[in-house]
């Protein structure tokens, strides 16, 4: 390495105070610009701030709106419901009593049949009684005159021994 000469060596180390001595003036204009910089934001920031708010109050009184709105729905909706389930309730009871009252008949209706069928069957038992009664009747009358013929026959008998009295004590 060349050793410079103190001229050039003095010429350097002037350009470079020259530019440390531009330096506090830099940094000043840095120093206002980031103080600009600063401002600029705390306006904007508060500008956001605003803007954020008033967002907020709109969705805040849209809610509220939409709340009451959603509401009143469903109080017209719980309404609407318990209307329809009151018509409802009052067509089924209609309903029942109309199946009630065909229900009876069709009772009354199986019960006179089931009356009528009664009493045929019960004629009809009556009926088969009274010729098996007949027949009973007859059939013990045949018998009784058979005994009575057999009695007669054994009494008609020469060989028939003697019947004993027994002596009552």
Do not use: C, W, Y
Not at 24 to 41: F, G, N
Not at 87 to 110: D, H, L, P, T
Not at 142 to 154: D, G, K, P, T, Y
């Amino acid at each position: 390495m060349r050793q410079r000469t103190v001229a050039v060596r003095v010429a350097i180390l002037e350009e470079k105070v020259t530019e440390l001595s531009e330096l506090p003036a830099r940094v000043a204009a840095v120093e206002v610009q980031i103080s600009q910089l600063r401002e600029e934001m705390h306006v904007e920031f508060s500008a956001l701030r605003g803007e954020m708010r008033s967002v907020e109050e709109g969705f805040r009184h849209e809610m509220r709106g939409s709340e009451e709105r959603l509401r009143q729905d469903m109080g017209s909706l719980d309404e609407s419901l318990r209307q329809e389930m009151r018509g409802s309730e009052e067509r089924f009871r209609q309903e029942m009593r109309g199946s009630e009252e065909r229900s009876r008949q069709e009772m009354r209706s199986f019960e006179a049949g089931l009356r009528q069928e009664m009493r045929s069957l019960d004629e009809q038992l009556r009926q088969e009684m009274h010729a098996l009664n007949a027949d009973t009747l007859a059939h013990m009358r045949v018998l009784h005159e058979e005994v009575l013929s057999r009695i007669a026959l054994i009494g008609e008998r020469p060989d028939r021994p003697k019947s004993r009295k027994s002596p009552r004590s």
